[in-house]
């Protein structure tokens, strides 16, 4: 066996210290895709299919050479020659192919599957762009496209391509495929489809191009603006091209390998992750009668085959089509919906749920509850807000379908690869052992009492935070103070997950502070989010944060104490720069509406404590660690469901009968912030703020503050006690591992192997 000094040369034909960092980077690439070549096994048995609009994989070069066991033999390999593997790191690009967590659990599930051996690939598209890069002029988000695929060389073009029919026309789906490695484990693929006619040369200001042209446009972005007729045509059809071209993968791989169809099951099991893919359901009963199987035994075939995952409970996010639109995109899929949407309205009297409305609406989820055999939720509380609320219709239907699986993600990417300081001192004070299984972490328990590990953890802690204020100097050309406390609210923007209600707070702080009533600690308040491009108040709240952070800056009476760091273009390489140095993770969403998220979880990984509410997996943190060891506020979800039954919320009451609320919302439109800010977008907020409120910030405002001050004060007047809520924390995440997740998936729904 060769040493990988030995197969660079060999690869680079020269010795490391004549190559370039280009040259090496290729070398690199070459050495792990022939390594992960090798441990491609073949498939007996049952092969999931994971389908996905949305595959966040991050940056690759690392991940690999972990995965592969490469990573410290390569590092050292290099400073040996003068070079290094960060610098490397650099050139490589990130695959930006989703949006926020949905697209991050499919990356980590996709590690997962591959580490614990079991045959399962991605199945989705290969956007040329990607999501939007987001630049800041006038402290305002600017969209900008990102050529992430033009230097990657991550992704293979295969020969094969499958016709798909859009709109009457036909098109060649071309596979191209990335490989995915596992830790120590077999190798899988993420299987990407591209329209090959695509052409960048369309993209005019911003992310702005013509959404009519099918054939230049259908694989160049993702999710393409949904605001308007014409982009959601293109998502639909950016869907149908993904399903069919998928569902005709699954079905001549099968086939290879000895399936008949007829036992479809026995060789496939396809999880479809939310509705974006639901499609494939009547797309593989058209191919199913194609290949000469009748309809109704198509049905139960598919039934069989296929499962569905559905990540939120918000309406607008729930997919619904006018039936004409799918009449004009894939008229060939119609009769068979129609003909689906009888046999579901023959199960049940109930109009609620039918596939197809009276209006004429198809609805995606009901079609996938209806034609799969399991229905999941991603965290204990989600799930039953599915079963007893929301799709409560459908659980007194089909009782059996519905279970929970609570999300996870990879530790190898969220904690080896991202702190790698923490994973030695994981690993020299409890062994290797928990970088297969998670659950070994709980061995640091024995740590609780031992005041020296609690202060070399607190120090691995206030290097990392060193890290990323270096970072953040170098790349946002922000300072901050790394003696303060790093809170941290990372995720996309939406007003669910409350960053106005952080906003707020961070308006009461100013004020406090210039009162002189001075915190226990001088805090730090970190951001990373993008907006929607369309979703108008989502962008207004981060001006607000990039203004107040301005504001904030220049007034010596209040910088030294609190300091507002928005990050531009947060995606999964700033996050990996996060994660390691934050010391409270806000998780403040109001209970019921963020289904599980994950970033909770690689926060609590890392050491962080949780503020946050009772909802998503937070429940489940809470748990894990108890309550004396995560900040807990703010209504419950029942509350919250039946304050919106009741129809009886008033946000004015509440900014009119508290002064600390009325304070800091009309500091919104003061001078300090006008100075810097835009009085359209400031003013659009204020108003959102007094008059809708949807989403009850004003409500746990003060049990917001209250909680917040008092992990500020637990921080400063009591590190061992705030060091050892760290320890549990971490000693408490093994449960969120996705490798126990899948192993979950896999015993109670694929059986895979
Ligand atoms: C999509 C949209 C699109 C239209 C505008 C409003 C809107 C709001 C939310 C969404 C989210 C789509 C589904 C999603 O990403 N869900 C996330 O899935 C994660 C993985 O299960 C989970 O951790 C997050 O809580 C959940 O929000």
């Given at each position: 066996?060769?040493?990988?000094?030995?197969?660079?040369?060999?690869?680079?034909?020269?010795?490391?210290?004549?190559?370039?960092?280009?040259?090496?980077?290729?070398?690199?690439?070459?050495?792990?895709?022939?390594?992960?070549?090798?441990?491609?096994?073949?498939?007996s048995?049952?092969?999931?299919?994971?389908?996905?609009?949305?595959?966040?994989?991050?940056?690759?070069?690392?991940?690999?050479?972990?995965?592969?066991?490469?990573?410290?033999?390569?590092?050292?390999c290099?400073?040996?020659?003068?070079?290094s593997?960060?610098?490397?790191?650099?050139?490589?690009?990130?695959?930006?192919?989703?949006?926020?967590?949905?697209?991050?659990?499919?990356?980590?599930?996709?590690?997962?599957?591959?580490?614990?051996?079991?045959?399962?690939?991605?199945?989705?598209?290969?956007?040329?762009?990607?999501?939007?890069r987001?630049?800041?002029?006038?402290?305002?988000?600017?969209?900008?496209?990102?050529?992430?695929?033009?230097?990657?060389g991550?992704?293979?073009?295969?020969?094969?391509?499958?016709?798909?029919?859009?709109?009457?026309?036909?098109?060649?789906?071309r596979?191209?495929?990335?490989?995915?490695?596992?830790?120590?484990?077999?190798?899988?693929?993420?299987?990407?489809?591209?329209?090959?006619?695509?052409?960048?040369?369309?993209?005019?200001?911003?992310?702005?191009?013509?959404?009519?042209?099918?054939?230049?446009?259908?694989?160049?972005?993702?999710?393409?603006?949904?605001?308007?007729?014409?982009?959601?045509?293109?998502?639909?059809?950016?869907?149908?091209?993904m399903?069919?071209?998928?569902?005709?993968?699954?079905?001549?791989?099968?086939?290879?390998?000895?399936?008949?169809?007829?036992?479809?099951?026995?060789?496939?099991?396809?999880?479809?992750?939310?509705?974006?893919?639901?499609?494939?359901?009547?797309?593989?009963?058209?191919?199913?009668g194609?290949?000469?199987?009748?309809?109704?035994?198509?049905?139960?075939?598919?039934?069989?085959?296929?499962?569905?995952?559905?990540?939120?409970i918000?309406?607008?996010?729930?997919?619904?089509?006018?039936?004409?639109?799918?009449?004009?995109v894939?008229?060939?899929?119609?009769?068979?919906?129609?003909?689906?949407?009888?046999?579901?309205?023959s199960?049940?009297?109930?109009?609620?749920?039918?596939?197809?409305?009276?209006?004429?609406?198809?609805?995606?989820?009901?079609?996938d509850i209806?034609?799969?055999?399991?229905t999941?939720?991603?965290?204990?509380?989600?799930?039953?807000?599915?079963?007893?609320?929301e799709?409560?219709?459908?659980?007194r239907l089909?009782?059996w379908?519905?279970n929970?699986?609570?999300?996870?993600?990879?530790?190898?990417?969220?904690?080896?690869?991202c702190?790698?300081?923490?994973?030695?001192?994981?690993?020299?004070?409890?062994?290797?052992?928990?970088?297969?299984?998670?659950?070994?972490?709980?061995?640091?328990?024995?740590?609780?009492?031992?005041?020296?590990?609690?202060?070399?953890?607190?120090?691995?802690k206030?290097?990392?935070?060193?890290?990323?204020?270096?970072?953040?100097?170098?790349?946002?050309?922000?300072?901050?103070?790394?003696?303060?406390?790093?809170?941290?609210?990372?995720?996309?923007?939406?007003?669910?997950?409350?960053?106005?209600?952080?906003?707020?707070?961070l308006?009461?702080?100013?004020?406090?502070?210039?009162a002189?009533?001075?915190?226990?600690?001088?805090?730090?308040?970190?951001?990373?989010?993008?907006?929607?491009?369309?979703?108008?108040?989502?962008?207004?709240?981060?001006?607000?944060?990039?203004?107040?952070?301005?504001?904030?800056?220049?007034?010596?009476?209040?910088?030294?104490?609190?300091?507002?760091?928005?990050?531009e273009?947060?995606?999964v390489?700033?996050?990996?720069?996060?994660?390691?140095?934050?010391?409270?993770?806000?998780?403040?969403?109001?209970?019921?509406?963020?289904?599980?998220?994950?970033?909770?979880?690689?926060?609590?990984?890392?050491?962080?404590?949780?503020?946050?509410?009772?909802?998503?997996a937070?429940?489940?943190?809470?748990q894990?660690?108890?309550?004396?060891?995560?900040?807990?506020?703010?209504?419950?979800?029942?509350?919250?469901?039946?304050?919106?039954?009741?129809?009886?919320y008033?946000?004015?009451?509440?900014?009119?009968?508290?002064?600390?609320i009325?304070?800091?919302?009309?500091?919104?439109?003061?001078?300090?912030?006008?100075?810097?800010?835009?009085?359209?977008?400031?003013?659009?907020?204020?108003?959102?703020?007094?008059?809708?409120?949807?989403?009850?910030?004003?409500?746990?405002?003060?049990?917001?503050?209250?909680?917040?001050?008092?992990?500020?004060?637990?921080?400063?007047?009591n590190?061992?006690?705030?060091?050892?809520?760290?320890?549990?924390?971490?000693?408490n995440?093994?449960?969120?591992?996705?490798?126990?997740?899948?192993?979950?998936?896999?015993?109670?729904?694929?059986?895979?192997?």
């Amino acid at each position: 066996m060769m040493n990988v000094e030995q197969r660079l040369t060999g690869i680079l034909g020269k010795s490391i210290s004549e190559a370039d960092d280009r040259q090496l980077y290729s070398a690199l690439m070459q050495l792990v895709q022939d390594q992960a070549g090798e441990q491609i096994r073949p498939v007996s048995g049952r092969k999931l299919y994971y389908i996905s609009a949305e595959f966040l994989l991050g940056k690759l070069l690392s991940n690999n050479l972990i995965n592969l066991n490469l990573y410290d033999e390569v590092k050292e390999c290099l400073e040996k020659s003068g070079k290094s593997l960060a610098a490397l790191e650099e050139i490589d690009s990130e695959p930006s192919l989703g949006n926020g967590g949905l697209g991050r659990l499919a990356a980590c599930f996709l590690d997962s599957l591959a580490t614990l051996n079991l045959p399962g690939d991605g199945v989705g598209l290969l956007y040329h762009c990607g999501l939007f890069r987001q630049k800041f002029e006038n402290e305002l988000q600017h969209e900008k496209p990102d050529f992430w695929l033009d230097n990657n060389g991550w992704v293979k073009r295969t020969d094969k391509a499958y016709p798909v029919m859009l709109a009457g026309r036909q098109y060649a789906a071309r596979l191209c495929q990335i490989a995915v490695t596992g830790y120590n484990g077999r190798t899988n693929q993420l299987n990407l489809f591209d329209l090959e006619s695509v052409d960048e040369g369309i993209i005019g200001d911003g992310i702005s191009f013509p959404k009519d042209q099918i054939e230049k446009n259908l694989t160049l972005f993702l999710y393409p603006d949904d605001s308007d007729d014409a982009g959601r045509l293109l998502r639909l059809y950016q869907q149908y091209f993904m399903v069919s071209a998928g569902a005709q993968m699954i079905l001549e791989e099968c086939a290879a390998r000895g399936c008949n169809y007829h036992d479809l099951a026995d060789y496939a099991a396809i999880q479809i992750n939310d509705t974006h893919p639901s499609m494939i359901i009547p797309e593989l009963i058209r191919l199913l009668g194609e290949k000469g199987v009748g309809f109704d035994e198509a049905v139960e075939i598919v039934t069989n085959t296929c499962a569905y995952t559905n990540h939120t409970i918000l309406s607008e996010a729930l997919e619904k089509w006018p039936a004409g639109s799918l009449y004009r995109v894939v008229p060939h899929l119609m009769p068979i919906i129609d003909r689906l949407n009888q046999i579901a309205r023959s199960r049940s009297s109930d109009a609620s749920t039918a596939i197809i409305d009276g209006n004429g609406t198809v609805h995606m989820a009901h079609m996938d509850i209806h034609f799969t055999h399991s229905t999941n939720g991603v965290a204990y509380l989600h799930t039953e807000i599915l079963k007893n609320s929301e799709l409560a219709n459908f659980n007194r239907l089909y009782p059996w379908k519905f279970n929970n699986k609570t999300n996870g993600v990879t530790f190898r990417r969220w904690l080896m690869a991202c702190n790698p300081m923490l994973t030695k001192e994981i690993e020299s004070r409890i062994g290797p052992g928990f970088k297969k299984d998670a659950d070994e972490l709980k061995n640091l328990l024995a740590l609780q009492e031992d005041e020296a590990a609690l202060q070399r953890f607190a120090d691995i802690k206030a290097a990392n935070k060193r890290a990323l204020a270096k970072w953040m100097l170098e790349t946002q050309g922000i300072e901050i103070n790394p003696d303060a406390m790093f809170a941290i609210q990372a995720k996309r923007l939406h007003e669910y997950k409350r960053q106005q209600m952080n906003l707020l707070f961070l308006i009461h702080q100013y004020f406090e502070i210039k009162a002189g009533h001075l915190p226990p600690v001088p805090l730090v308040s970190i951001f990373g989010a993008k907006a929607a491009p369309a979703y108008t108040i989502a962008k207004d709240i981060i001006h607000a944060l990039r203004v107040l952070s301005r504001v904030v800056a220049e007034d010596p009476a209040v910088s030294p104490w609190m300091q507002i760091a928005f990050v531009e273009n947060y995606n999964v390489s700033a996050a990996e720069k996060m994660f390691p140095a934050c010391d409270l993770s806000e998780q403040i969403s109001l209970a019921s509406k963020e289904a599980s998220g994950t970033g909770n979880m690689k926060f609590m990984l890392n050491g962080a404590v949780t503020l946050g509410t009772m909802d998503g997996a937070n429940v489940e943190i809470a748990q894990q660690v108890g309550g004396e060891n995560i900040y807990i506020f703010g209504q419950s979800s029942d509350q919250v469901i039946r304050r919106y039954a009741a129809g009886d919320y008033c946000a004015r009451e509440w900014y009119e009968g508290d002064p600390n609320i009325r304070r800091a919302i009309d500091f919104l439109l003061s001078d300090e912030m006008l100075r810097y800010g835009s009085r359209e977008n400031l003013e659009r907020l204020k108003n959102e703020l007094i008059y809708k409120d949807w989403f009850q910030t004003l409500p746990d405002f003060n049990a917001y503050t209250i909680r917040k001050l008092q992990a500020m004060t637990d921080y400063a007047v009591n590190p061992v006690k705030w060091r050892r809520m760290c320890l549990v924390n971490i000693a408490n995440a093994g449960f969120f591992s996705a490798d126990r997740t899948i192993a979950e998936y896999n015993r109670d729904i694929w059986q895979l192997g």
